[in-house]
Protein backbone atom coordinates (compact mmCIF):
# COMPACT_ATOMS: atom_id res chain seq x y z
CA UNK A 1 0.00 0.00 0.00
CA UNK A 2 2.80 2.14 0.59
CA UNK A 3 4.66 1.63 -2.21
CA UNK A 4 1.47 1.92 -4.35
CA UNK A 5 1.46 5.61 -3.08
CA UNK A 6 4.71 6.49 -3.67
CA UNK A 7 4.12 5.21 -7.62
CA UNK A 8 1.24 6.71 -7.57
CA UNK A 9 2.58 10.22 -6.72
CA UNK A 10 5.45 9.48 -8.34
CA UNK A 11 3.60 9.34 -11.70
CA UNK A 12 1.68 12.32 -10.48
CA UNK A 13 4.51 14.63 -9.92
CA UNK A 14 6.36 13.40 -13.67
CA UNK A 15 2.92 14.26 -15.45
CA UNK A 16 2.17 17.51 -13.93
CA UNK A 17 5.76 18.50 -14.42
CA UNK A 18 6.28 17.48 -17.85
CA UNK A 19 2.84 18.94 -19.06
CA UNK A 20 3.90 22.27 -17.98
CA UNK A 21 7.03 22.10 -19.63
CA UNK A 22 5.74 20.60 -22.93
CA UNK A 23 2.91 23.10 -22.64
CA UNK A 24 5.64 25.91 -22.82
CA UNK A 25 7.91 24.21 -25.47
CA UNK A 26 4.75 23.94 -27.89
CA UNK A 27 3.79 27.84 -27.20
CA UNK A 28 7.36 29.42 -27.43
CA UNK A 29 7.76 26.83 -30.61
CA UNK A 30 4.45 28.27 -31.82
CA UNK A 31 5.34 31.71 -31.41
CA UNK A 32 8.95 31.16 -32.83
CA UNK A 33 7.86 29.97 -36.21
CA UNK A 34 4.86 32.20 -36.40
CA UNK A 35 7.55 35.79 -36.01
CA UNK A 36 10.33 34.09 -37.61
CA UNK A 37 8.90 31.66 -40.46
CA UNK A 38 5.41 33.43 -40.90
CA UNK A 39 3.80 29.92 -39.98
CA UNK A 40 2.31 29.40 -36.67
CA UNK A 41 1.63 25.66 -35.71
CA UNK A 42 -1.56 24.30 -36.54
CA UNK A 43 -1.99 21.59 -33.35
CA UNK A 44 -0.19 24.26 -30.52
CA UNK A 45 -3.68 25.45 -29.61
CA UNK A 46 -5.14 21.89 -28.80
CA UNK A 47 -2.03 20.71 -27.75
CA UNK A 48 -2.24 23.38 -24.76
CA UNK A 49 -5.79 22.66 -24.29
CA UNK A 50 -4.89 19.25 -23.78
CA UNK A 51 -2.21 19.50 -21.55
CA UNK A 52 -4.63 22.12 -19.25
CA UNK A 53 -7.14 19.56 -18.94
CA UNK A 54 -4.47 16.77 -17.33
CA UNK A 55 -2.75 19.54 -15.51
CA UNK A 56 -6.45 20.67 -14.21
CA UNK A 57 -7.60 17.12 -13.32
CA UNK A 58 -4.91 14.94 -12.56
CA UNK A 59 -3.70 18.37 -10.35
CA UNK A 60 -6.47 17.23 -8.02
CA UNK A 61 -5.49 14.55 -5.96
CA UNK A 62 -1.80 15.67 -5.81
CA UNK A 63 -3.06 18.93 -4.78
CA UNK A 64 -4.68 17.66 -2.22
CA UNK A 65 -1.84 15.77 -0.69
CA UNK A 66 0.23 18.99 -0.56
CA UNK A 67 -2.49 21.44 0.51
CA UNK A 68 -2.50 23.47 -2.14
CA UNK A 69 -6.07 23.69 -2.64
CA UNK A 70 -7.84 26.89 -2.28
CA UNK A 71 -10.18 27.28 1.22
CA UNK A 72 -11.90 29.33 3.54
CA UNK A 73 -9.61 28.51 6.55
CA UNK A 74 -10.06 31.51 8.89
CA UNK A 75 -12.86 30.24 11.48
CA UNK A 76 -10.79 26.51 11.20
CA UNK A 77 -7.84 27.91 12.57
CA UNK A 78 -9.94 29.40 15.37
CA UNK A 79 -11.05 26.42 16.41
CA UNK A 80 -9.95 23.92 19.59
CA UNK A 81 -7.94 20.49 18.66
CA UNK A 82 -10.91 18.56 19.04
CA UNK A 83 -13.18 20.67 16.96
CA UNK A 84 -10.56 20.77 13.73
CA UNK A 85 -10.47 17.05 14.25
CA UNK A 86 -14.72 16.78 13.75
CA UNK A 87 -14.58 19.41 10.94
CA UNK A 88 -11.59 17.24 9.48
CA UNK A 89 -13.74 14.53 9.63
CA UNK A 90 -17.02 16.58 7.92
CA UNK A 91 -14.91 17.94 5.38
CA UNK A 92 -12.44 14.99 4.18
CA UNK A 93 -15.76 12.85 4.11
CA UNK A 94 -18.11 15.15 2.23
CA UNK A 95 -15.11 15.77 -0.10
CA UNK A 96 -14.81 12.40 -0.65
CA UNK A 97 -18.03 11.31 -1.76
CA UNK A 98 -18.56 14.50 -3.89
CA UNK A 99 -15.40 13.71 -5.94
CA UNK A 100 -16.66 10.16 -5.54
CA UNK A 101 -20.11 11.34 -7.82
CA UNK A 102 -18.22 13.86 -10.10
CA UNK A 103 -15.89 10.57 -10.99
CA UNK A 104 -19.25 8.95 -11.67
CA UNK A 105 -20.84 11.59 -14.00
CA UNK A 106 -17.37 12.17 -15.51
CA UNK A 107 -16.63 8.59 -15.93
CA UNK A 108 -20.47 8.35 -17.70
CA UNK A 109 -19.56 11.88 -20.00
CA UNK A 110 -16.39 10.01 -20.68
CA UNK A 111 -18.63 7.25 -22.22
CA UNK A 112 -20.95 9.27 -23.85
CA UNK A 113 -17.93 11.01 -25.91
CA UNK A 114 -16.82 7.77 -26.90
CA UNK A 115 -19.67 6.62 -28.29
CA UNK A 116 -19.77 9.99 -30.62
CA UNK A 117 -15.94 9.15 -31.10
CA UNK A 118 -14.67 12.61 -32.44
CA UNK A 119 -11.21 13.43 -32.85
CA UNK A 120 -9.47 16.39 -32.10
CA UNK A 121 -8.93 18.74 -35.71
CA UNK A 122 -5.44 18.58 -36.24
CA UNK A 123 -3.65 15.96 -34.36
CA UNK A 124 -6.87 13.44 -34.29
CA UNK A 125 -6.35 12.48 -31.28
CA UNK A 126 -9.38 10.48 -29.41
CA UNK A 127 -11.12 12.97 -27.72
CA UNK A 128 -12.26 10.20 -25.02
CA UNK A 129 -8.82 9.62 -24.60
CA UNK A 130 -8.40 12.88 -23.37
CA UNK A 131 -12.08 13.40 -21.36
CA UNK A 132 -10.37 10.23 -19.74
CA UNK A 133 -8.29 12.56 -17.43
CA UNK A 134 -11.68 14.41 -15.88
CA UNK A 135 -12.77 10.85 -14.04
CA UNK A 136 -9.39 9.79 -13.51
CA UNK A 137 -8.46 13.49 -11.51
CA UNK A 138 -11.77 13.08 -9.65
CA UNK A 139 -11.05 9.55 -8.93
CA UNK A 140 -7.44 10.69 -7.53
CA UNK A 141 -8.98 13.20 -5.71
CA UNK A 142 -11.74 11.60 -3.92
CA UNK A 143 -9.73 8.26 -2.88
CA UNK A 144 -7.07 11.10 -1.52
CA UNK A 145 -9.72 12.83 0.38
CA UNK A 146 -10.99 9.33 1.91
CA UNK A 147 -7.68 7.91 3.11
CA UNK A 148 -7.21 11.18 4.78
CA UNK A 149 -10.52 10.75 6.87
CA UNK A 150 -9.68 7.14 7.49
CA UNK A 151 -5.94 8.28 9.13
CA UNK A 152 -7.89 11.29 10.83
CA UNK A 153 -10.04 8.07 12.62
CA UNK A 154 -7.40 5.60 13.01
CA UNK A 155 -4.70 8.17 14.52
CA UNK A 156 -4.79 10.55 17.10
CA UNK A 157 -3.66 13.65 15.52
CA UNK A 158 -5.40 15.99 13.30
CA UNK A 159 -4.49 15.46 9.28
CA UNK A 160 -5.30 17.95 6.93
CA UNK A 161 -3.74 15.16 4.53
CA UNK A 162 -2.66 12.14 4.27
CA UNK A 163 1.45 13.70 4.23
CA UNK A 164 0.42 16.72 7.02
CA UNK A 165 -1.23 16.97 9.93
CA UNK A 166 -2.44 20.74 11.26
CA UNK A 167 0.98 21.59 13.18
CA UNK A 168 2.52 21.46 9.20
CA UNK A 169 0.56 23.93 7.74
CA UNK A 170 3.37 26.32 7.15
CA UNK A 171 5.54 23.60 4.59
CA UNK A 172 3.51 24.89 1.99
CA UNK A 173 5.73 28.09 2.22
CA UNK A 174 8.43 26.42 2.78
CA UNK A 175 9.55 25.94 -1.05
CA UNK A 176 9.23 29.43 -1.77
CA UNK A 177 10.57 30.55 1.47
CA UNK A 178 13.87 28.15 0.45
CA UNK A 179 13.30 30.07 -2.64
CA UNK A 180 13.97 33.55 -1.76
CA UNK A 181 16.57 32.38 0.66
CA UNK A 182 18.77 30.99 -1.97
CA UNK A 183 18.70 34.19 -4.31
CA UNK A 184 20.78 36.38 -1.23
CA UNK A 185 23.31 33.20 -1.27
CA UNK A 186 23.75 33.36 -4.84
CA UNK A 187 24.03 36.86 -5.84
CA UNK A 188 27.21 37.97 -8.00
CA UNK A 189 27.28 37.42 -11.68
CA UNK B 1 -34.06 28.80 -5.11
CA UNK B 2 -31.69 31.40 -4.53
CA UNK B 3 -31.43 30.48 -0.92
CA UNK B 4 -30.43 26.61 -1.62
CA UNK B 5 -27.52 28.13 -3.92
CA UNK B 6 -26.32 30.56 -1.52
CA UNK B 7 -26.83 28.75 1.72
CA UNK B 8 -24.34 25.66 0.41
CA UNK B 9 -21.93 27.95 -0.71
CA UNK B 10 -21.98 29.94 2.05
CA UNK B 11 -21.66 27.23 4.84
CA UNK B 12 -19.72 24.98 2.74
CA UNK B 13 -17.00 27.67 2.24
CA UNK B 14 -17.02 29.01 6.21
CA UNK B 15 -16.32 25.04 7.00
CA UNK B 16 -13.23 25.30 5.42
CA UNK B 17 -13.99 22.99 2.40
CA UNK B 18 -12.00 22.65 -0.54
CA UNK B 19 -13.80 25.55 -2.53
CA UNK B 20 -13.69 23.60 -5.63
CA UNK B 21 -16.80 21.30 -3.80
CA UNK B 22 -19.22 24.21 -2.84
CA UNK B 23 -19.25 25.39 -6.20
CA UNK B 24 -20.05 22.36 -7.98
CA UNK B 25 -21.93 21.27 -5.41
CA UNK B 26 -24.32 24.25 -4.92
CA UNK B 27 -25.12 24.62 -8.84
CA UNK B 28 -25.90 21.09 -8.76
CA UNK B 29 -28.00 20.56 -6.29
CA UNK B 30 -29.88 23.75 -7.43
CA UNK B 31 -30.46 22.05 -11.23
CA UNK B 32 -31.56 18.66 -9.38
CA UNK B 33 -34.23 19.91 -7.34
CA UNK B 34 -35.79 22.73 -9.92
CA UNK B 35 -34.77 21.25 -13.22
CA UNK B 36 -35.04 17.58 -12.62
CA UNK B 37 -35.08 17.12 -16.63
CA UNK B 38 -31.54 18.72 -17.09
CA UNK B 39 -29.20 15.73 -18.02
CA UNK B 40 -26.45 15.78 -14.95
CA UNK B 41 -24.05 15.07 -17.68
CA UNK B 42 -24.26 18.65 -19.01
CA UNK B 43 -22.46 19.86 -15.55
CA UNK B 44 -19.23 17.62 -16.55
CA UNK B 45 -19.23 18.66 -20.14
CA UNK B 46 -19.47 22.56 -18.40
CA UNK B 47 -16.85 21.61 -16.77
CA UNK B 48 -14.21 20.82 -19.09
CA UNK B 49 -15.67 23.50 -21.03
CA UNK B 50 -14.64 25.88 -17.99
CA UNK B 51 -10.73 25.13 -18.92
CA UNK B 52 -10.90 25.48 -22.65
CA UNK B 53 -10.32 28.90 -23.30
CA UNK B 54 -6.99 29.57 -25.16
CA UNK B 55 -6.50 32.44 -23.13
CA UNK B 56 -6.43 30.45 -20.04
CA UNK B 57 -3.00 28.97 -21.14
CA UNK B 58 -1.28 32.18 -20.36
CA UNK B 59 -1.75 31.48 -16.42
CA UNK B 60 0.24 28.52 -16.05
CA UNK B 61 2.83 30.47 -18.68
CA UNK B 62 3.20 33.46 -16.59
CA UNK B 63 3.27 31.49 -13.36
CA UNK B 64 6.26 29.46 -14.92
CA UNK B 65 8.02 32.38 -15.87
CA UNK B 66 7.21 33.91 -12.42
CA UNK B 67 8.50 30.95 -10.82
CA UNK B 68 11.84 30.26 -12.47
CA UNK B 69 12.54 34.11 -11.95
CA UNK B 70 11.72 33.70 -8.26
CA UNK B 71 14.51 30.66 -7.94
CA UNK B 72 16.54 32.87 -9.83
CA UNK B 73 17.86 36.39 -8.77
CA UNK B 74 15.34 38.70 -10.99
CA UNK B 75 13.66 40.29 -7.71
CA UNK B 76 17.37 41.17 -6.07
CA UNK B 77 18.29 43.06 -8.87
CA UNK B 78 15.39 45.01 -9.85
CA UNK B 79 15.15 45.82 -5.89
CA UNK B 80 18.58 47.72 -6.02
CA UNK B 81 18.38 49.32 -9.10
CA UNK B 82 14.96 50.83 -7.64
CA UNK B 83 16.80 51.69 -4.27
CA UNK B 84 19.87 53.18 -5.67
CA UNK B 85 17.76 55.91 -6.93
CA UNK B 86 14.90 56.62 -4.50
CA UNK B 87 16.65 55.43 -1.66
CA UNK B 88 18.13 58.75 -0.56
CA UNK B 89 14.91 60.33 -0.07
CA UNK B 90 12.36 60.23 3.07
CA UNK B 91 10.73 57.03 2.95
CA UNK B 92 13.13 55.96 0.23
CA UNK B 93 13.03 52.41 1.63
CA UNK B 94 9.42 51.98 1.65
CA UNK B 95 8.87 53.78 -1.90
CA UNK B 96 11.75 51.66 -3.01
CA UNK B 97 9.24 48.22 -1.72
CA UNK B 98 6.14 49.88 -3.15
CA UNK B 99 7.95 50.43 -6.64
CA UNK B 100 9.42 47.11 -7.09
CA UNK B 101 6.37 45.52 -6.11
CA UNK B 102 4.85 47.38 -9.01
CA UNK B 103 7.60 46.19 -11.44
CA UNK B 104 7.89 42.39 -10.23
CA UNK B 105 3.63 42.71 -10.17
CA UNK B 106 4.79 43.49 -13.59
CA UNK B 107 6.34 40.05 -14.01
CA UNK B 108 4.31 37.46 -12.17
CA UNK B 109 0.85 38.29 -12.03
CA UNK B 110 0.27 37.03 -7.87
CA UNK B 111 0.39 38.97 -5.33
CA UNK B 112 1.43 36.30 -3.42
CA UNK B 113 4.56 35.97 -5.19
CA UNK B 114 5.07 39.47 -4.53
CA UNK B 115 4.73 38.99 -0.96
CA UNK B 116 7.71 36.52 -1.02
CA UNK B 117 9.75 37.72 -3.71
CA UNK B 118 9.94 41.39 -2.61
CA UNK B 119 8.93 41.93 0.88
CA UNK B 120 10.85 38.46 2.47
CA UNK B 121 14.33 40.36 1.38
CA UNK B 122 12.64 44.07 1.88
CA UNK B 123 11.46 43.49 4.94
CA UNK B 124 14.72 42.77 7.29
CA UNK B 125 16.13 46.12 5.42
CA UNK B 126 13.23 48.10 6.49
CA UNK B 127 13.34 46.95 9.92
CA UNK B 128 17.24 47.59 9.62
CA UNK B 129 16.85 50.74 8.81
CA UNK B 130 14.72 51.97 11.43
CA UNK B 131 11.12 51.39 10.04
CA UNK B 132 8.32 50.09 12.50
CA UNK B 133 7.19 46.23 12.71
CA UNK B 134 3.57 47.20 12.08
CA UNK B 135 4.52 49.94 8.90
CA UNK B 136 6.54 47.35 7.16
CA UNK B 137 4.20 44.21 7.19
CA UNK B 138 1.22 46.53 6.29
CA UNK B 139 3.57 48.36 3.14
CA UNK B 140 5.10 45.30 1.64
CA UNK B 141 1.20 43.30 1.54
CA UNK B 142 -0.65 46.68 0.34
CA UNK B 143 2.17 47.68 -2.36
CA UNK B 144 2.29 43.26 -3.64
CA UNK B 145 -1.51 43.90 -4.86
CA UNK B 146 -0.52 46.60 -7.29
CA UNK B 147 0.98 43.37 -9.20
CA UNK B 148 -3.22 42.33 -9.75
CA UNK B 149 -3.72 45.04 -11.57
CA UNK B 150 -0.51 45.98 -13.73
CA UNK B 151 -0.20 43.23 -16.35
CA UNK B 152 0.27 40.29 -16.38
CA UNK B 153 -2.70 39.71 -14.07
CA UNK B 154 -3.92 36.05 -13.35
CA UNK B 155 -7.36 38.05 -11.52
CA UNK B 156 -7.55 39.99 -14.87
CA UNK B 157 -7.15 36.58 -16.92
CA UNK B 158 -10.10 35.08 -14.85
CA UNK B 159 -12.10 38.16 -15.44
CA UNK B 160 -11.81 37.97 -19.26
CA UNK B 161 -12.75 34.30 -19.66
CA UNK B 162 -15.74 34.74 -17.72
CA UNK B 163 -17.00 37.67 -20.14
CA UNK B 164 -15.05 37.28 -23.40
CA UNK B 165 -13.62 41.01 -22.72
CA UNK B 166 -10.56 41.03 -24.10
CA UNK B 167 -7.56 40.23 -21.97
CA UNK B 168 -4.89 42.59 -24.33
CA UNK B 169 -7.23 45.33 -23.74
CA UNK B 170 -7.77 44.78 -19.93
CA UNK B 171 -4.36 44.69 -19.28
CA UNK B 172 -3.66 47.73 -21.14
CA UNK B 173 -6.47 49.56 -18.92
CA UNK B 174 -4.73 48.33 -15.68
CA UNK B 175 -1.29 50.55 -15.94
CA UNK B 176 -2.50 53.71 -15.07
CA UNK B 177 -4.80 52.66 -11.71
CA UNK B 178 -1.66 50.61 -10.79
CA UNK B 179 0.50 53.55 -11.25
CA UNK B 180 -1.94 55.79 -9.56
CA UNK B 181 -1.68 53.53 -6.61
CA UNK B 182 1.76 53.35 -6.19
CA UNK B 183 2.14 56.71 -6.27
CA UNK B 184 -0.38 57.69 -3.10
CA UNK B 185 1.34 55.20 -1.15
CA UNK B 186 4.82 56.97 -2.36
CA UNK B 187 3.68 60.36 -1.13
CA UNK B 188 2.17 58.64 1.65
CA UNK B 189 5.24 56.64 2.70
CA UNK B 190 7.28 59.89 2.26
CA UNK B 191 5.61 62.07 4.73
CA UNK B 192 5.47 58.92 7.04
CA UNK B 193 9.06 58.59 7.48
CA UNK B 194 9.83 62.20 7.40
CA UNK B 195 7.39 62.29 10.32
CA UNK B 196 9.03 59.71 12.10
CA UNK B 197 12.55 60.66 11.57
CA UNK B 198 13.63 57.81 9.80
CA UNK B 199 16.98 58.39 9.26
CA UNK B 200 17.91 58.70 5.12
CA UNK B 201 20.41 57.18 3.75
CA UNK B 202 23.92 57.90 1.79
CA UNK B 203 23.15 59.60 -1.97
CA UNK B 204 24.68 57.56 -3.96
CA UNK B 205 26.85 58.86 -7.76
CA UNK B 206 25.09 58.39 -11.21
CA UNK B 207 28.16 55.81 -11.36
CA UNK B 208 27.00 53.64 -8.68
CA UNK B 209 23.48 54.03 -10.14
CA UNK B 210 24.10 53.22 -14.15
CA UNK B 211 26.08 50.20 -12.53
CA UNK B 212 22.50 48.79 -10.82
CA UNK B 213 20.78 49.97 -14.03
CA UNK B 214 23.00 47.49 -15.65
CA UNK B 215 22.88 44.99 -13.79
CA UNK B 216 18.84 45.29 -14.13
CA UNK B 217 18.24 46.14 -17.84
CA UNK B 218 18.02 42.45 -18.54
CA UNK B 219 15.03 41.54 -16.13
CA UNK B 220 13.08 45.29 -17.08
CA UNK B 221 13.06 43.91 -20.41
CA UNK B 222 10.41 41.31 -19.34
CA UNK B 223 7.70 43.95 -18.86
CA UNK B 224 8.62 45.39 -21.89
CA UNK B 225 8.23 42.55 -23.85
CA UNK B 226 5.06 41.83 -22.32
CA UNK B 227 3.28 45.45 -22.60
CA UNK B 228 4.71 46.68 -25.68
CA UNK B 229 4.06 42.69 -27.48
CA UNK B 230 0.44 42.83 -26.26
CA UNK B 231 -0.27 46.95 -26.50
CA UNK B 232 1.04 46.71 -30.12
CA UNK B 233 -1.30 43.39 -31.10
CA UNK B 234 1.98 41.62 -31.89
CA UNK B 235 1.76 39.22 -29.09
CA UNK B 236 -1.66 37.72 -27.73
CA UNK B 237 -1.64 37.47 -24.07
CA UNK B 238 -0.80 33.63 -24.56
CA UNK B 239 1.64 34.40 -27.09
CA UNK B 240 3.28 36.91 -24.58
CA UNK B 241 3.46 34.46 -21.90
CA UNK B 242 5.15 32.30 -23.76
CA UNK B 243 7.67 34.54 -24.55
CA UNK B 244 7.89 35.44 -21.13
CA UNK B 245 8.91 32.05 -20.35
CA UNK B 246 11.43 32.20 -23.06
CA UNK B 247 12.84 35.01 -21.55
CA UNK B 248 12.90 33.67 -18.22
CA UNK B 249 14.68 30.78 -19.10
CA UNK B 250 17.33 32.89 -21.26
CA UNK B 251 17.98 35.43 -18.29
CA UNK B 252 18.52 32.28 -15.54
CA UNK B 253 19.43 29.68 -16.86
CA UNK B 254 22.19 31.05 -19.61
CA UNK B 255 22.89 35.11 -18.44
CA UNK B 256 22.57 34.78 -14.86
CA UNK B 257 23.24 31.31 -14.37
CA UNK B 258 21.29 31.25 -11.49
CA UNK B 259 19.34 27.81 -11.81
CA UNK B 260 20.10 25.01 -13.64
CA UNK B 261 18.32 22.69 -16.34
CA UNK B 262 18.03 19.71 -13.99
CA UNK B 263 15.99 21.94 -12.02
CA UNK B 264 13.12 23.25 -14.41
CA UNK B 265 11.26 19.92 -13.85
CA UNK B 266 10.79 20.74 -9.94
CA UNK B 267 9.72 24.59 -10.92
CA UNK B 268 7.36 22.94 -13.23
CA UNK B 269 5.86 20.97 -10.76
CA UNK B 270 5.15 23.67 -8.19
CA UNK B 271 3.64 25.99 -11.62
CA UNK B 272 1.53 23.20 -11.87
CA UNK B 273 0.40 21.88 -8.76
CA UNK B 274 -0.78 26.21 -8.45
CA UNK B 275 -2.08 26.21 -12.04
CA UNK B 276 -4.22 22.91 -11.30
CA UNK B 277 -6.18 24.40 -8.06
CA UNK B 278 -7.26 27.75 -9.84
CA UNK B 279 -8.42 25.84 -13.00
CA UNK B 280 -10.24 23.54 -11.19
CA UNK B 281 -12.11 26.84 -9.79
CA UNK B 282 -12.26 27.81 -13.06
CA UNK B 283 -13.81 24.99 -13.70
CA UNK B 284 -16.39 24.40 -10.97
CA UNK B 285 -16.98 28.31 -11.79
CA UNK B 286 -17.88 27.61 -15.14
CA UNK B 287 -20.80 24.61 -13.98
CA UNK B 288 -21.65 27.58 -11.66
CA UNK B 289 -22.28 30.62 -13.89
CA UNK B 290 -23.87 28.12 -16.13
CA UNK B 291 -26.32 26.85 -14.03
CA UNK B 292 -27.74 30.49 -12.61
CA UNK B 293 -27.92 31.95 -15.75
CA UNK B 294 -29.97 28.70 -16.53
CA UNK B 295 -31.84 29.10 -14.00
CA UNK B 296 -32.07 33.04 -14.65
CA UNK B 297 -30.20 33.87 -11.00
CA UNK B 298 -28.87 37.40 -12.77
CA UNK B 299 -32.01 38.74 -13.36
CA UNK B 300 -33.93 37.42 -10.22
CA UNK B 301 -30.99 38.61 -7.65
CA UNK B 302 -30.20 42.11 -9.64
CA UNK B 303 -33.98 42.87 -10.00
CA UNK B 304 -34.08 42.43 -5.93
CA UNK B 305 -31.91 44.45 -5.03
CA UNK B 306 -31.70 47.75 -7.70
CA UNK B 307 -35.24 47.42 -9.00
CA UNK B 308 -36.19 47.69 -12.24
CA UNK B 309 -34.63 50.63 -14.07
CA UNK B 310 -31.23 51.13 -11.95
CA UNK B 311 -28.45 54.02 -13.26
CA UNK B 312 -25.43 53.06 -14.22
CA UNK B 313 -23.80 54.77 -11.06
CA UNK B 314 -25.52 52.49 -8.95
CA UNK B 315 -24.66 49.45 -10.47
CA UNK B 316 -20.89 50.54 -10.02
CA UNK B 317 -21.53 51.13 -6.58
CA UNK B 318 -23.04 47.91 -5.89
CA UNK B 319 -21.03 45.87 -7.72
CA UNK B 320 -17.95 47.36 -5.61
CA UNK B 321 -19.51 46.38 -2.65
CA UNK B 322 -20.44 43.11 -3.50
CA UNK B 323 -16.60 42.41 -4.79
CA UNK B 324 -15.47 44.24 -2.06
CA UNK B 325 -17.24 42.27 1.05
CA UNK B 326 -16.63 39.32 -1.13
CA UNK B 327 -12.46 38.99 -1.54
CA UNK B 328 -12.76 40.09 2.51
CA UNK B 329 -13.66 36.38 2.87
CA UNK B 330 -12.10 34.51 0.13
CA UNK B 331 -10.06 34.39 -2.97
CA UNK B 332 -10.52 36.80 -5.68
CA UNK B 333 -10.52 34.43 -7.86
CA UNK B 334 -13.19 32.51 -6.92
CA UNK B 335 -15.01 36.39 -5.89
CA UNK B 336 -14.79 37.18 -9.80
CA UNK B 337 -15.61 33.79 -10.84
CA UNK B 338 -18.67 33.66 -9.26
CA UNK B 339 -19.98 37.33 -8.95
CA UNK B 340 -19.11 38.34 -12.45
CA UNK B 341 -21.49 36.29 -14.09
CA UNK B 342 -24.64 37.49 -11.90
CA UNK B 343 -23.75 41.46 -12.09
CA UNK B 344 -22.11 41.66 -16.14
CA UNK B 345 -25.59 41.47 -18.01
CA UNK B 346 -27.15 44.16 -16.32
CA UNK B 347 -23.91 46.63 -15.95
CA UNK B 348 -23.72 45.61 -20.14
CA UNK B 349 -27.37 46.23 -20.35
CA UNK B 350 -26.90 50.10 -18.49
CA UNK B 351 -24.31 51.37 -20.87
CA UNK B 352 -20.77 49.99 -18.78
CA UNK B 353 -17.96 49.81 -20.70
CA UNK B 354 -16.40 46.24 -20.13
CA UNK B 355 -13.15 47.24 -19.53
CA UNK B 356 -13.86 49.62 -17.45
CA UNK B 357 -15.86 47.36 -15.03
CA UNK B 358 -12.78 44.73 -15.18
CA UNK B 359 -10.50 47.43 -13.86
CA UNK B 360 -13.11 48.33 -11.13
CA UNK B 361 -13.51 44.35 -10.09
CA UNK B 362 -10.12 44.10 -10.11
CA UNK B 363 -9.36 46.90 -7.84
CA UNK B 364 -12.00 45.28 -5.43
CA UNK B 365 -10.20 41.63 -5.61
CA UNK B 366 -7.20 43.66 -4.45
CA UNK B 367 -8.79 45.62 -1.55
CA UNK B 368 -10.44 42.82 -0.10
CA UNK B 369 -7.86 40.85 -0.37
CA UNK B 370 -6.00 43.17 2.42
CA UNK B 371 -9.39 44.21 4.04
CA UNK B 372 -9.46 42.67 8.05
CA UNK B 373 -10.90 40.01 9.18
CA UNK B 374 -10.59 37.33 6.10
CA UNK B 375 -8.34 39.13 3.71
CA UNK B 376 -5.93 36.67 2.23
CA UNK B 377 -2.88 38.68 1.97
CA UNK B 378 -3.01 39.46 5.75
CA UNK B 379 -2.63 35.63 6.28
CA UNK B 380 0.14 35.03 4.01
CA UNK B 381 1.78 37.96 5.72
CA UNK B 382 0.71 35.84 8.71
CA UNK B 383 2.12 32.78 7.53
CA UNK B 384 5.11 34.14 5.64
CA UNK B 385 6.50 36.54 8.73
CA UNK B 386 5.47 34.73 11.81
CA UNK B 387 3.63 38.05 13.30
CA UNK B 388 0.63 37.56 15.26
CA UNK B 389 -2.81 38.99 13.22
CA UNK B 390 -3.46 42.07 15.51
CA UNK B 391 0.52 43.39 14.24
CA UNK B 392 -0.37 42.70 10.90
CA UNK B 393 -3.76 44.35 10.00
CA UNK B 394 -2.57 47.47 12.88
CA UNK B 395 -1.64 50.46 9.98
CA UNK B 396 -3.58 48.97 7.00
CA UNK B 397 -6.61 51.27 7.70
CA UNK B 398 -4.32 54.44 6.25
CA UNK B 399 -3.81 51.89 2.85
CA UNK B 400 -7.52 50.89 2.65
CA UNK B 401 -8.66 54.84 2.40
CA UNK B 402 -6.40 54.89 0.27
CA UNK B 403 -7.38 52.39 -2.19
CA UNK B 404 -11.23 53.69 -1.29
CA UNK B 405 -9.82 56.93 -2.69
CA UNK B 406 -8.54 55.77 -5.95
CA UNK B 407 -11.13 53.24 -6.09
CA UNK B 408 -13.55 56.43 -6.41
CA UNK B 409 -11.65 58.40 -8.94
CA UNK B 410 -11.98 55.13 -11.48
CA UNK B 411 -15.58 54.98 -10.83
CA UNK B 412 -16.00 58.69 -11.42
CA UNK B 413 -13.78 58.91 -14.24
CA UNK B 414 -14.09 56.17 -16.59
CA UNK B 415 -11.04 57.77 -18.70
CA UNK B 416 -8.39 56.84 -16.16
CA UNK B 417 -8.96 53.06 -17.02
CA UNK B 418 -10.21 54.00 -20.68
CA UNK B 419 -7.76 56.05 -22.20
CA UNK B 420 -4.97 53.66 -23.26
CA UNK B 421 -7.29 51.82 -25.29
CA UNK B 422 -8.54 52.80 -28.83
Same mark, same amino acid.
Given at each position: MKSLDKIVEKVEEAILGYS????????????????????????????????????????????????????????????????????????????????????????????????????????????????????????????????????????????????????????????SQQNSDEVSVKEGM | ?????????????????????????????????????????????????????????????????????????????????????????????????AATCTLFGAISGSTQATVVAIGKPMRNRLME???????? /? *??????? #? %???? !?????SMIMYCVVTGASVGDLFVAGVIPGLTILLFFAVYNYFDAKRKHIPLSRNLTMAERMES???? /? *??????? #? %???? !???????????????????????????KSIKVKDLSRIALSTAVVTSAVFILVAAGSLFSWAIS??? /???????ALLGPNPSALSILLTVTAFFFIGCMFVDSIVVIVILTPIFYPLAMKAGIHPIHLGVIVTLQAAIGSITPPFGCNIFTAIAIFSRPFMKVIKRLPAYIIMLIIVSALIILFPQLSLMLIS
Open positions: VLLMAFVLIGSVLSRTLLNSSWTFAEEVGQTLTIIVTFVGIGYAAKKVKHITMSAIFDLMSEKGKKIFQLIITSVTSLCLFYLTYLGLQYTLKVHELSRVTPALRIPMYLIMAFVPLGFFLGAVEYARTFIKNICEKDVYISTQRTIDQIGEAYEY | MVLLLMSILVVMLLLNFPMMIPMTMAPLAVMMKYFPNVNPLMATQQIVAGVQPYVLLAVPMFILAADIMCAGQTSRRLLDFVETFVGHIHGGLAITTSGYEDEDT /I *ALIICSA #I %IALL !IPPSILKRA /I *APLGFPV #I %IFVG !IYTGFFSPTEAAAMGVLYALILELFLFYAK /IPQMMTA
